[in-house]
């Protein structure tokens, strides 16, 4: 019998939700790390019950957390509790949460890139957005990082190092913190193509190595943004999320800050495909399980105005690939809902029919067992939900 | 015998319940504390000063003998009470909000 297991990053700790293949009656655990802010939670495809988690604080700065059994036990990864520093005789303990900017690969110096106020500002280490685990080696995992970055590590998240040939490819002193900071939020490995890697960052926009993360290049044209100085600039786009099926990885499909935009070769060349949307602003987008020109958005009113057009909270779900959209509104509130759905807080399980969830500002987690037709909470009273992932089990 | 009080969520990633109490040899200073504590609790690294600068993070103080010793240079001998463990090192997490 297969099982969904839905990871739930929030402001004030981390949530699982499992449930077996009909997903109508769900266990919640948690919260695991009361208090601390969660920005992300990921299991591994290689080894599912290998979980990284990004726990954060204002005061205590950033913790890598990892499980081994399905989110029941954590440890921050290399530090065992009871262990102290170097004993027995061996690397530094304490190490995983150590996320230091490289140098060294390119001789440049990647030192500042541009301020709110179009100054130069040294690049400085503060959370984890995003984690993403490799689809082949459960000790390989990516992590998306504010200022923005990219790190990788081979050893189930004991160490880290930046693969410095993205802020060094040229553009970087460009790139500038959008309203959320600058963080680089999506990252997304082409299942075909190990040298493959495509990452957003807000507000620069997406990029795309073909080396495995030597040397990288934007993929920002076709993005029209007119809030910045050169609307059709090679970098300083607001990009909010991007998602990809991976039976089409050269297909993809981006939430920008303004309009949905989706891309038939690898990011070469965007189009608009916002279609007959209400609003085209919005942070999560994500295609179907099964169905590659499925997809789906929740449309917010504005960037001054981050809820739901008219109160009403609907998933709009695209079955071409873009342009033509229909409201999904069962079981979702119609009237007086002002929450938000930020960028990592939709995903897709891959049981048939195709499950799709999405968690709000308000703490609620919404999930449709039918591809988006019929939705109903799971948790409603949550702290404000940052991320949302789910695993299939089989 | 030197005792460290830490902020809960300190105390949680240290799986400690109380107060944490340090050897130390040589000059009980906050520099001396914290490599004690640090080597002890391996997972407090980077959570009250950084990997690399090894400065204080800006939202933590550090008290001794109701006296704020946040800001003194880090080999600043910390007073007898504190290296006697007659009275805790305090590490605080700044109170924000209204």
Known sequence: MSQVRVLVGTRKGAFILTSDGKRQNWNVSGPHFAGWEMYHLKGSPANPNRIFASQCSGWFGQIIQRSDDGGKTWIQP????????????????????????????????LTTHMWYDGTQHPWEFKRVWHLEPSPNDPDTVYAGVEDAALFRSTDGGKNWQEL???????????????????????????????GRIYIAISAAGAFRTDDGGKNWRPINKGLHSQYIPDPNAEVGHCVHHVA????????????????????????????EVSG???????????????????????????????????????????????????????????????????????????????????????????????????WNPIVSHLPAVLSVEVQTLA | MIRVALPGHLRALAHVNAEVQ???????????????LEAQYPMLRGTIRDHVTQERRPFLRF?????DYSLEPPDTPLPDAIASGKEPLLIIGAIAGG
Request: charged letters at 20%.
């Open chain 2, 63 to 67: 008290f001794a003998c109701e006296e």
């Open chain 1, 244 to 271: 990809m099926n991976p039976s089409r990885p050269g297909v993809l499909f981006m939430q920008k800050h303004w309009d949905v935009m989706r891309s038939d070769n690898a990011g070469d060349l965007w189009k």
């Open chain 1, 78 to 109: 290399g530090t065992p509790p009871g262990e102290k520093n170097a004993e027995p005789a061996g690397p530094p303990k304490g190490e995983s949460n150590k996320f230091v900017y490289d140098t060294s690969a390119t001789g440049k110096p």
């Open chain 1, 276 to 374: 007959n949307l209400p609003t085209d602003f919005g942070f999560v987008i994500d295609v179907h399980a099964h169905e590659p020109e499925t997809i789906y958005v929740v449309p917010i009113k504005s960037d001054g105005e981050h809820f739901p057009l008219d109160g009403k909270l609907r998933v709009y779900r695209s079955k071409t690939g873009g342009n033509e959209w229909e409201a999904l509104t069962k079981g979702l509130p119609q009237s007086n809902c002002y929450v938000n759905v930020l960028r990592d807080a939709m995903a897709v399980d891959s049981l048939d029919k195709c499950g799709v969830y999405f968690g709000t500002t308000g703490g609620q987690v919404y999930a449709s067992a039918d591809a988006g037709d019929n």
């Open chain 2, 22 to 36: 340090l050897d130390i040899t040589g000059p009980v200073t906050q520099r001396s504390v914290l490599d004690a």
């Open chain 1, 164 to 194: 410095s040939g993205l802020r060094g490819h040229g553009t970087g002193p460009r790139w500038q913190p959008g309203a959320g900071g600058m963080c680089l939020h999506t990252i997304i490995l082409d299942p075909k193509d190990p």
